[in-house]
C-alpha cells in the first residue's frame, strides 16, 4: 500500500533580482525541493517574492497570498518549506503573527537552512530568538548606513544626489559652475538689497530675460518663488553642508508605516566645497525670511471664502483666476470695509508664466452670475428627476492612486538595489587589497540611493495628502446631487466655506469672455467635475451665447445638442453632451 505523502508549501524571497551565491530564487527552490523529496513530502504550491524586503509582510502579495491560501484550507498542506528564517520575514512581530496564523490553521514552518521546525517544542523559541536577531541586523545595517552618511556630512563631503543649482559634480565633489553662479548670487542680492520678495525676485529676473539652465530635476527655464525660497533656505551656498532636513519618522499608531517628514532642526557642517555667497549675506536673507515668509493670518472679512478662486479661468490665458482683495481705509487711517475680486495668476508671474489680462472682476457679480444658472438649470422638474435617478455616483481617485502605485513600485526597486548593495557591502573581504576602494564607491551609490528614496517617498507623501484631500474636501457626487435636488433651500443658507466647497466639488471650471456682451452676460461657459442630466442624457457643458458654441461648432450634432432653445442666437443656452465638452 503506497503511503500518503504529507503535502506542504514552499515559499522563496529575495530583496533584488540578483542574490549573493546560495541565496537566489533558483538556489533556494532547488534546495526546498531537495529537502522535500528527502523527506517524501508533496509540493503543492510555489510561492516567490521577488525584490520585495522582507521588514514586513506589507508590498509581499506572493507571501499574503499564501497565508490566504492557508486560511482557505485550499491544498490541506501541513507545512511551509523556507530556506532561512530570514526568508521569512525579518521584522520579529510579524513573523510571530504570521506563524500563529498558519498553526491555528494547523500548519507549520520548517526553515530548512536553519534547522527549525516550529512543530517541534524547541521550534517556536527558536523562531522567536532568530526572528529578533534578524530584525536586529536589518536595523543595524540601516543605523550603519545612515551613521555612514553622517559621518561623511561631518567631513564636509557632498553626500550624494544631483548638484545643487549653481554647482557641478566633479568625482563626486561639488564644483562651482559659473556659468549658474551667478545667478545664485544675483538672487541673493535682489533679495537682500531691495524689498522684492521671492514673488518679486522671480518677478524681476523672468522680467529682465534671465534663463534658468535646465538640468536633470527640473525642465523649466523660468524662475518659479518656490525655487528662489529654495536656494534662499540652502546653506550649500555659504560653503556648509545641512544633514537631516528630512528625516524618515514612523507613522504613529502603525506598526511598520513609515513617511518623510521635513525637520525644523538640522545640524550644519563645513562643506568642503567653496562658497557661492558669503556666511553674512545667507544670514542676512535668512532673517529676512523668518521675518517676511510666513503666511498672514486674515484680519478682516473672517466669514469670507473666495468660493469661485480657481475653477474660474483666464479668458486670454486660459489661466486659473484666484482671489484679490482691496481694502479701504478711513481718511483716519481706520479699517472701512474689504472689497473682493478675481483675477488671473499670471498677471504677476506667478509660477514663472505671464498674460496681459489686468481686468478685475467683482466676485459678488461672478458668484451671483453662476448660482443664478445653477438655480434655473436645477429646478427644472425634468433635471430633478433624472438626478434623482443618478445618485450614487462617486468621486475618482483613480489617477492619483495610480500615481502612487507608480512611485510605490520605483520605491520598491530602490530599496530593492539598496538592500542588493548593503549586501555587497557585508560581503566584502576585508583583506582585499582594494576592500578601501571598493567600500567607498558602493558607500557612495548607497547614499545616492537613499536620497532618491526619500524624493520617492516625498512624492509619495504629497500624492496620499492629495488623495486624503480629495476625499475629505471634495463632496461626494451622491451628496453633492441630493444638495442639487434641494438647491434652493440649502444653499442660501450655507456659509461661504460651505458654498466654496459645494462650488468647487461640482463645477470644473467656468469660461468667461474677456468684456462683458451687449446684453450685459459675462459668461461664456460652465463645466461640470462629472456628469448630470437632462431628459434621459448626460452634459457636463452649459455654453452661453452664439460665441462660445463656436468652439464646439466642430463637434456639434443633433445627438450631442441637448439644450433648451432651438435657435442659436446670443441669448442661446445649450447644453452639451461629455463627447462635445471634452473634444471641444
Known amino acids: 500500500m503506497k503511503t500518503k505523502k504529507t503535502k506542504c508549501y514552499i515559499y522563496t524571497r529575495v530583496s533584488t533580482a540578483m542574490q549573493v551565491d546560495g541565496y537566489s530564487l533558483d538556489a533556494q527552490k532547488e534546495k526546498l525541493k531537495r529537502y522535500a523529496d528527502y523527506e517524501e513530502m508533496e509540493i503543492v504550491g510555489e510561492y516567490s517574492d521577488e525584490g520585495h524586503s522582507g521588514k514586513n509582510i506589507n508590498g509581499r502579495p506572493e507571501f499574503v497570498r499564501m497565508l490566504q491560501d492557508i486560511e482557505d484550507c485550499k491544498d490541506d498542506v501541513s507545512y511551509v518549506l ?7 520575514g525579518r521584522n520579529a512581530a510579524d513573523v510571530l503573527n504570521s506563524l500563529q496564523l498558519m498553526q491555528d490553521f494547523g500548519v507549520n ?7 527549525i521546525n516550529s512543530a517541534k517544542e524547541s521550534g517556536k523559541l527558536m523562531i522567536s530568538i532568530l526572528s529578533a536577531v534578524a530584525e536586529l541586523e536589518r536595523e543595524n545595517i540601516l543605523v550603519q548606513t545612515m551613521e555612514g552618511r553622517r559621518q561623511k556630512a561631518r567631513e564636509g563631503k557632498w553626500n550624494g544626489g544631483f548638484a545643487p543649482y549653481g554647482y557641478k559634480l566633479v568625482d563626486g565633489s561639488l564644483v562651482i559652475a559659473e556659468d549658474e553662479a551667478e545667478m545664485i548670487r544675483l538672487i541673493f542680492d535682489k533679495y537682500i538689497h531691495t524689498d522684492m520678495g521671492a514673488n518679486g525676485v522671480a518677478e524681476y529676473l523672468n522680467n529682465h530675460g534671465h534663463k534658468k539652465k535646465q538640468r536633470q530635476n527640473n525642465t523649466l527655464t523660468t524662475f518659479a518663488p ?5 536656494v534662499l533656505d540652502n546653506p550649500v551656498y555659504m560653503g556648509k553642508l545641512a544633514y537631516g532636513r528630512r528625516a524618515t519618522e514612523k507613522i504613529q499608531g502603525t506598526r511598520n508605516e513609515f513617511h518623510v517628514v521635513k525637520q525644523d532642526e538640522f545640524p550644519i557642517y563645513e562643506g568642503e566645497h567653496d562658497a557661492i555667497i558669503s556666511e553674512e549675506d545667507f544670514m542676512l536673507a535668512k532673517e529676512k525670511r523668518e521675518r517676511t515668509g510666513f503666511k498672514h493670518e486674515k484680519t478682516h472679512s473672517l466669514e469670507h471664502e473666495h468660493i469661485l478662486s480657481g475653477i474660474l479661468k483666464c479668458p486670454v490665458c486660459g489661466g486659473s483666476m484666484y482671489a484679490n482683495v482691496n481694502r479701504k481705509k478711513r481718511s483716519d487711517g481706520s479699517y ?3 472689497f473682493f475680486y478675481y483675477a488671473c495668476k499670471h498677471r504677476i508671474k506667478l509660477d514663472g ?5 489686468h481686468r478685475q472682476w467683482g466676485q459678488d457679480k461672478e458668484n451671483a452670475a453662476v448660482e443664478e444658472t445653477v438655480k434655473k438649470m436645477v429646478n427644472n422638474p425634468k433635471f430633478k428627476a433624472a438626478l434623482k435617478a443618478k445618485i450614487g455616483a462617486n468621486v475618482d481617485a483613480s489617477e492619483l492612486k495610480a500615481e502612487r502605485e507608480s512611485y510605490r513600485k520605483s520605491l520598491q526597486q530602490c530599496i530593492g538595489a539598496k538592500n542588493k548593495l548593503a549586501a555587497q557591502i557585508d560581503a566584502l573581504d576585508v583583506t582585499d587589497n582594494y576592500y578601501d576602494r571598493k567600500y567607498q564607491d558602493m558607500q557612495e551609490r548607497l547614499d545616492a540611493l537613499y536620497d532618491q528614496m526619500g524624493d520617492i517617498e516625498e512624492k509619495i507623501e504629497t500624492v ?12 461626494s457626487a451622491d451628496t453633492i446631487y441630493k444638495v442639487l435636488i434641494q438647491f434652493d433651500k440649502l444653499y442660501d443658507n450655507f456659509t461661504d466655506l460651505e458654498k466654496k466647497k459645494f462650488m468647487q466639488s461640482f463645477i470644473e471650471e467656468v469660461q468667461i469672455y474677456e468684456q ?8 461664456k461657459s460652465i463645466s461640470f467635475a462629472f456628469p448630470v442630466y437632462y431628459n434621459d442624457k448626460e452634459f457636463t457643458t452649459i455654453a452661453f451665447g452664439e460665441d462660445a458654441l463656436k468652439e464646439y461648432a466642430d463637434n456639434l450634432t443633433k445627438e450631442n445638442l441637448v439644450g433648451w432653445d432651438k435657435e442659436i442666437t446670443d441669448e442661446t443656452v445649450v447644453l452639451l453632451t461629455k463627447t462635445s465638452a471634452s473634444e471641444g
Not at 518656490?226 to 529654495?230: A, H, Q, V, Y
Not at 462683458?516 to 459668461?523: D, Q
Open 336 to 338: 472701512y470695509k474689504d
Open 226 to 230: 518656490s525655487f528662489i525660497k529654495g
Open 516 to 523: 462683458p456682451k451687449e446684453n450685459g452676460r459675462f459668461l
Open 464 to 475: 496620499n495628502k492629495r488623495i486624503e484631500n480629495l476625499l475629505q474636501e471634495r463632496l
Open 353 to 357: 508664466h505671464h498674460c496681459d489680462y
Open 82 to 88: 523556507v530556506f532561512k528564517l530570514s526568508r521569512f
Open 109 to 115: 514552518l520548517i526553515c530548512v537552512e536553519d534547522g
